[in-house]
């Protein structure tokens, strides 16, 4: 009888935990859902007002425009060239230096057909067109025996460096 009892108890306690893994379980999820709801949200939101700022910047820019104040509108324009110039110089260059060294890694009959292509393009293509050598390997194992200890002048010198190293040189030299 008392078998019986506590094996009902024990199907009851796994019972429950189970269920307590599984409401666990689905109370994460919620949260997880509940996570991505509110980013997506956010998101949403973030675009719109970026789109929204784009409006009032340009609906500003056209009332400048029809009330003729072009002095301002050429000012405003100018300050912002003169503040991307810097960055449209520097990232010309670097095209340039990219794309040479691109271009570079290409075979000669593809070169000149690739020259008009875009980064991405010219990037894809020199990684389909290299070959990358194998540095030669060698397995075979040095020869310690003209080392000495490992490099190293002494055994004391072996041993400070490397104490597993210098038990494995011993080990080996016990003649």
Do not use: C, H
Not at 83 to 101: C, G, W
């Amino acid at each position: 009888m008392s078998e019986e009892t506590t094996t009902q108890e024990s199907q009851e306690l796994a019972t429950d935990s189970q269920e307590e893994i599984i409401e666990s379980g689905s109370e994460n999820n919620e949260l997880i859902a509940e996570s991505k709801k509110y980013r997506t949200r956010a998101q949403k939101a973030e675009t719109r007002l970026n789109k929204l700022e784009k409006q009032l910047e340009d609906q500003r820019l056209a009332q400048m425009e029809d009330e003729k104040k072009y002095k301002e509108l050429a000012d405003e324009w100018k300050s912002k060239y003169n503040e991307v110039s810097p960055y449209k110089d520097k990232l010309i260059a670097y095209e340039t230096v990219t794309r040479n060294e691109l271009l570079e890694k290409l075979p000669d009959s593809v070169k000149e057909n690739a020259e008009d292509f875009s980064i991405t393009a010219l990037k894809e293509l020199s990684k389909a067109y290299s070959i990358k050598e194998s540095p030669g390997v060698n397995n075979q194992s040095p020869d310690r025996s003209k080392d000495g200890f490992y490099g190293y002048k002494t055994f004391s010198d072996l041993a400070r460096a490397d104490w597993k190293l210098a038990e494995k040189w011993r080990a080996e030299n016990r003649n």
